[in-house]
C-alpha cells in the first residue's frame, strides 16, 4: 500500500520524499524495522521517538512519521510531518489493514472495576449464541477458539489493528473489548470504528497516571465522546457519573441500573454462596456467579445483548450457567478444614470493598485478607486499601504485590499509615507474597475464609524489574493439599 494510500485520512503539516512509494509494515519500536516499513515516531512518557529516525532508516525505513523533521533529510525516504503522531498512528494502521473493524460489530468496555468480567461474559454469551468472536482483555485474547495472549489491557494501535484483522480473516461476527483509560488517553484505539459503548464504574484508580480524578473521568468520557451516531452508549444509572458520560455523545443513549431508574432494570433478590437470584426486566432467574458486583456486571451484559437484537430468554438462560473471568472472585474449597479460599484481581479501594462486602454477606466467623499494593503506581490507594481490608476482615496480612522498582518494606509503611491502632493490632507484615499466603492458610480455622487479592489472574511477580512465575491460585492450592495430609 502507498504512503498517499495510508495517509489520505490524516491531516498532514508536510509531506516530504516520494508519497507513491509502497510500505511493506508499520512499526513504533525502532528495533523492529525492516526494508520498506514506515515508522512512527511517538513521543512517550519515558523515550521519544524522534531519536531512534536515524537508526530505523539505516535498518531500511522507507517512511518516517514524525512531528519535527530531522535536520537531515534522506533522499530515498518520505518524511510526514503531522502535529501528533500518537493520534493518528490508529487511522494509518486502521488503513493499513484494511479498516477491520468496519467488518464486525466492535463492542468497547470501558470502566475502573467490572470491565475484564462484562467483555469476557459477552464472548462467552455470544460465542454460545453460535457465532464467531473476537475478544481483547487484561486477561488473555481470543480470536474465535483460538487464545492469544495479552500483554496490555488494550495492545499499542498498530498492534491493534493487526489483532482486529485477524479477527476479520477469522469471520469474527462481534468483537468484545476492554478500554482502558490509558488507552483511551494515548489514542491507542484510534482508527476502530466501535458498534457501542458500555460504561461500567469510574472508582480511584490511575492517578499516577491521570494526577486528579477529574482528569481521569474526562479520559472516560471521551470515549463515549467519540462514539458515531450509528454506535450505542449504555451507561450504569446506579453510577452517580453515569449520566456524565453520556453528555455529550452522538450514540444512541441506553442505560441499566439495579437501584435507580434505567432502560434496563435488574434487582438482586438473593446474594448467597451459591449465587444470585435476580429479577431482570420481570423474569427471575438463578446465576452461578456471586456479588452484588457481578449482578451489575450480568445486567450490563444482558443490556449489551438485547441492544443487539438478541433473545431476552435465550440471553438469561445462557447467562445463567456462566462463571465469568479468571481471577475474578474465584473460589476453592480445602478438602479436610473446608477452608474457603477466594483469588480476585481487586486492586482498588473500591473493588475491594465490593469483594468484602460480598463475602460478609456469607455469615462466616472469619475472614483473613490478604492484600498489597503495586509499586511505581498510585501511591494515594495504598492507605485506603489497607483500611478497607481490615475494616471488613477478621484479621489482615499486608504483602507484596508486584513491588517493582520499590522496596515492599516501604509500599507496606504506606499501606499501614492509614490503620488506627486497632486495626494494626489485627494486622500481620509478611512482604514474602508466598509466606504470607501460607501463613494465611495455616492460621484459618475450619469454615473460614481466605481472600487473596490483588493480582487475580496474574502469573508472575515484577521485582526490581524482573518479572518471576508466580501463582496466586497455585499456592493456595498447594497448602490446600498440605493441609489435607
Request: hydrophobic fraction near 40%.
Amino acid at each position: 500500500m502507498t504512503i498517499a494510500t495510508l495517509i489520505q485520512n490524516i491531516s498532514a503539516l508536510s509531506v516530504t520524499g516520494n508519497p507513491a512509494t509502497d510500505i511493506t509494515g508499520l512499526i513504533l519500536d525502532s528495533r523492529q524495522a525492516t526494508p520498506g516499513c514506515m515508522f512512527f515516531a511517538q513521543q512517550g512518557t519515558q523515550v521519544d521517538g524522534h531519536q531512534f529516525i536515524e537508526g530505523v532508516i539505516a535498518g531500511g525505513a522507507a517512511a518516517i512519521v514524525c512531528e519535527r523533521l530531522p535536520q537531515q533529510l534522506h533522499p530515498n525516504v518520505c518524511y510526514v510531518q503531522v502535529q501528533n503522531v500518537g493520534e493518528i498512528t490508529g487511522i494509518v494502521a486502521a488503513q493499513f489493514y484494511g479498516q477491520p473493524s468496519r467488518h464486525f460489530k466492535l463492542i468497547g468496555v470501558t470502566g475502573t472495576n467490572g470491565k475484564t468480567t462484562v467483555a469476557t461474559l459477552l464472548y462467552q454469551l455470544f460465542s454460545r449464541l453460535g457465532y464467531c468472536c473476537g475478544l481483547i482483555s487484561t486477561v488473555q485474547n481470543h480470536i474465535g477458539e483460538k487464545t492469544v495472549a495479552a500483554t496490555h489491557t488494550t495492545p499499542d494501535a498498530i498492534s491493534l489493528q493487526s489483532l482486529l484483522k485477524q479477527m476479520q480473516d477469522a469471520g469474527c461476527a462481534y468483537v468484545f473489548m476492554e478500554v482502558s483509560s490509558h488507552a483511551i488517553h494515548q489514542h491507542r484505539i484510534a482508527g476502530a470504528l466501535f458498534e457501542g459503548g458500555v460504561f461500567t464504574n469510574i472508582t480511584h484508580d490511575h492517578l499516577d497516571y491521570h494526577k486528579t480524578f477529574d482528569a481521569y473521568i474526562r479520559v472516560k468520557k471521551s470515549f463515549f465522546d467519540h462514539l458515531p451516531k450509528t454506535a450505542f452508549a449504555l451507561t450504569n444509572a446506579d453510577d452517580k457519573r453515569g449520566a456524565v458520560m453520556l453528555q455529550n455523545t452522538a450514540a444512541r443513549k441506553a442505560s441499566y441500573a439495579l437501584r435507580a431508574p434505567a432502560e434496563f432494570k435488574g434487582r438482586v433478590l438473593e446474594n448467597g454462596a451459591a449465587g444470585l437470584l435476580m429479577e431482570i426486566e420481570q423474569q427471575q432467574v438463578h446465576f452461578r456467579m456471586i456479588g452484588w458486583f457481578n449482578a451489575c456486571n450480568l445486567l450490563a451484559v444482558y443490556a449489551v445483548a438485547r441492544l443487539l437484537h438478541q433473545d431476552k430468554t435465550t440471553v438469561l438462560s445462557l447467562l445463567s450457567e456462566m462463571k465469568g473471568a479468571a481471577g475474578r472472585f474465584e473460589t476453592y474449597i480445602s478438602p479436610r478444614k473446608k477452608i474457603i479460599g477466594i483469588v480476585d484481581y481487586a486492586h482498588t479501594p473500591d473493588a475491594l470493598l465490593n469483594v468484602l462486602s460480598t463475602i460478609k454477606q456469607f455469615g462466616v466467623q472469619e475472614v483473613i485478607t490478604v492484600i498489597g499494593c503495586g509499586g511505581d503506581r498510585d501511591r494515594s490507594k495504598r492507605p485506603l486499601m489497607a483500611e478497607v481490608a481490615c475494616t471488613y476482615s477478621t484479621r489482615v496480612i499486608l504483602t507484596s504485590d508486584n513491588p517493582r522498582s520499590e522496596d515492599p518494606e516501604a509500599i507496606l509503611d504506606e499501606m499501614e499509615s492509614g490503620l488506627n491502632v486497632s486495626q494494626k493490632r489485627k494486622t500481620l507484615r509478611i512482604s514474602d507474597r508466598k509466606s504470607a499466603i501460607q501463613t494465611a492458610c495455616s492460621l484459618a480455622a475450619s469454615e473460614s475464609i481466605i481472600l487473596i487479592a490483588g493480582k487475580g489472574h496474574e502469573t508472575y511477580q515484577e521485582i526490581k524489574g524482573v518479572r518471576k512465575h508466580f501463582d496466586d491460585k497455585e499456592v493456595l492450592l498447594d497448602m490446600f493439599e498440605l493441609l489435607s495430609l
